[in-house]
């Protein structure tokens, strides 16, 4: 069941890379599934974003501040952040650039599937021509923003101790490449040759923020499966919302104990949990 206070919030949904294709009704309906289920359970206040792929993380983060920024002052509610893929770059840009309204306006932040060590499978040097002409997917490169976040998160006590108490990141993997969404299907083939645990684009070791202190989870996903549409994604509708209800719930509810979970956490790996409300949980 959805917390009472579900609709004291505003919600955004963050999308990646390629997120203008992916979020066109042909292709992946992008964010649209997860507007629509949220909205069936009385949600009212929901923003769909995908910014410009060919930006850099930098530039879109900027853009990023601005629209919360914005909706912050016209609604007056906090808000609650699902971002994924490369838009955990920018989400947490942003909250190094603007720290002092993320302090005030942003309850919490979810990160799921965030290349925060970049994405390994982009290192091939036939890419290089093509990841300099391209500031978005050059900003996936291994380790890009890795320093950066170390001197400007980690290493400042207040920051760090925001991605302490507001921060979750959802990391995710797939055992199985039967199992995988067909567009990604390759690349995690070529990932479990490897030897690697992968979500079919990026390594589950590359999904972890260094030297940080944040709650971490580890759920068993492909990389398309939580906010594409049925075309693109191999979990089902009962999945994508109970999973959703239960972020939202321990976003609102984190101070107090969740009881009336309705999605079950069997597949969460004991990974490196660094808030006790996963623990309480499991």
Same mark, same amino acid.
């Given at each position: 069941?959805?917390?009472?206070?579900?609709?004291?919030? *505003?919600?955004?949904?963050?999308?990646?890379?390629?997120?203008?294709?992916?979020?066109?009704?042909?292709?992946?309906?992008?964010?649209?599934?997860?507007?629509?289920?949220?909205?069936?359970?009385?949600?009212? =206040?929901?923003?769909?974003?995908?910014?410009?792929?060919?930006?850099?993380?930098?530039?879109?983060?900027?853009?990023?501040?601005?629209?919360?920024?914005?909706?912050?002052?016209?609604?007056?509610?906090?808000?609650?952040?699902?971002?994924?893929?490369?838009?955990?770059?920018? /989400?947490?840009?942003?909250?190094?650039?603007?720290? =002092?309204?993320?302090?005030?306006?942003?309850?919490?932040?979810?990160?799921?599937?965030?290349?925060?060590?970049?994405?390994?499978?982009?290192?091939?040097?036939?890419?290089?021509?093509?990841?300099?002409?391209?500031?978005?997917?050059?900003?996936?490169?291994?380790?890009?923003?890795?320093?950066?976040?170390?001197?400007?998160? /980690? =290493?400042?006590? =207040?920051?760090?101790?925001?991605?302490?108490?507001?921060?979750?990141?959802?990391?995710?993997?797939?055992?199985?490449?039967?199992?995988?969404?067909?567009?990604?299907?390759?690349?995690?083939?070529?990932?479990?040759?490897?030897?690697?645990?992968?979500?079919?684009?990026?390594?589950?070791?590359? *999904?972890?923020?260094?030297?940080?202190?944040?709650?971490?989870? /580890?759920?068993?996903?492909?990389?398309?499966?939580?906010?594409?549409?049925?075309?693109?994604s191999k979990q089902d509708r009962d999945f994508r919302k109970n999973l959703m209800v239960?972020?939202?719930?321990?976003?609102?509810?984190?101070?107090?104990?969740?009881?009336?979970?309705?999605?079950?956490?069997?597949?969460?790996?004991?990974?490196?949990?660094?808030?006790?409300?996963?623990?309480?949980?499991?």
């Open positions: 069941m959805l917390s009472s206070k579900a609709n004291d919030y *505003q919600y955004f949904f963050l999308g990646g890379i390629l997120g203008e294709i992916l979020e066109l009704p042909i292709v992946g309906n992008y964010l649209k599934e997860n507007e629509r289920i949220l909205r069936e359970m009385g949600i009212q =206040d929901i923003h769909c974003i995908t910014l410009n792929s060919l930006n850099s993380a930098h530039r879109n983060a900027k853009k990023l501040a601005t629209i919360l920024k914005r909706e912050f002052e016209l609604r007056e509610k906090k808000i609650i952040i699902f971002s994924h893929s490369k838009a955990c770059l920018e /989400v947490l840009i942003a909250l190094q650039e603007e720290y =002092d309204f993320f302090n005030l306006a942003v309850e919490r932040i979810i990160c799921v599937q965030p290349p925060f060590q970049g994405a390994e499978i982009l290192n091939s040097s036939i890419l290089k021509p093509i990841l300099m002409a391209w500031p978005g997917l050059n900003s996936l490169r291994k380790n890009f923003y890795t320093q950066l976040f170390q001197e400007e998160l /980690v =290493d400042n006590e =207040d920051r760090h101790n925001y991605l302490k108490e507001k921060v979750l990141v959802i990391r995710t993997f797939k055992t199985r490449s039967r199992d995988v969404s067909w567009i990604i299907r390759p690349t995690h083939f070529i990932f479990k040759r490897s030897g690697s645990q992968s979500d079919g684009l990026l390594k589950l070791s590359e *999904q972890v923020l260094p030297f940080a202190q944040y709650t971490d989870m /580890v759920l068993e996903m492909d990389h398309s499966d939580l906010f594409t549409s049925r075309r693109l239960n972020l939202i719930n321990m976003s609102i509810e984190r101070n107090d104990t969740v009881t009336d979970l309705e999605f079950s956490f069997e597949d969460v790996i004991p990974a490196r949990l660094n808030n006790s409300e996963i623990s309480n949980i499991l």
